[in-house]
């Protein structure tokens, strides 16, 4: 069964950068997408991007090109860098698993990560 | 493109059907699923393509819908029910959710 193991720094100041790992173990890495999504404290998902094996990308432009995401294939890795963060970018961290249905129309996230708290704070 | 989910927050028993509505800033034909999350835990797939149920997800979820509105019912409600459900437009990306619909004990 495939899960999703996911790290990273929990404590970060203002204008540091935000990094973050998922490692996909048990499943395959290819033909799905690989997504990043956060929930700040007591309040809704967003969705962050989203990544191939190939390296495309797509990502939410609220964040305003902070977003880099990339994408290690010989050891099934994703990960997450948001640049320059401030108190407004405090949630809980979720990476997914992005599949399409056969032919390939229909799109959701079936395999998550268990999350992880980042703070920001001076 | 801008999903509203009503109610916000509903309160209910168990055994109780419940619906709740999800409504899309323009049209995404069935590319709309539902996610349950409770409490401390990564959300979890219920129903994608409007009404297609995940693997694993009990018979009492449905939902329909197609265009702009769009519905997800429990028909009894149970215990393990009570968390809070978002719906999510996968016609498009930016990918969006509803703000979340907060399901209580009455």
């Known amino acids: 069964q495939v899960q999703l193991q996911q790290w990273g720094a929990g404590l970060l100041k203002p204008s540091e950068i935000l990094s973050l790992t998922c490692a996909v173990n048990?499943?395959?890495?290819?033909?799905?997408?690989w997504s990043w999504f956060r929930q700040p404290p007591g309040k809704g998902l967003e969705w962050i991007g989203e990544?191939?094996?190939?390296?495309?990308?797509s990502h939410n432009p609220s964040l305003k090109g902070r977003v880099t995401m990339s994408v290690d294939s010989s050891k099934d890795l994703f990960s997450l860098n948001l640049s320059s963060v401030t108190a407004a970018d405090t949630a809980l961290y979720y990476c997914a698993r992005g599949t399409w249905t056969l032919p390939g129309t229909h799109y959701y996230w079936d395999v998550w990560g268990n999350g992880t708290t980042v703070s920001v704070s001076s | 493109i801008q999903m509203t989910q009503s109610p916000s927050s509903l309160s209910a028993s168990v055994g109780d059907r419940v619906t709740i509505t999800c409504r899309a800033s323009q049209s995404i034909s069935n590319y709309l699923n539902w996610y349950q999350q409770k409490p401390g835990k990564a959300p979890d797939l219920l129903i994608y393509?409007?009404?297609t149920l995940q693997t694993g997800v009990p018979s009492r979820f449905s939902g329909s819908g197609s265009a702009t509105e769009f519905t997800l019912t429990i028909s009894s409600l149970q215990p393990e029910d009570f968390a809070t459900y978002y719906c999510?437009?996968?016609?498009?990306?930016?990918?969006?959710f509803g703000q979340g619909t907060k399901l209580d004990f009455k």
């Open positions: 990544i191939n094996q190939g390296g495309s990308t």
């Open positions: 393509a409007a009404s």
């Open positions: 999510q437009q996968s016609y498009s990306t930016p990918r969006t």
């Open positions: 048990g499943g395959s890495f290819s033909g799905y997408f």
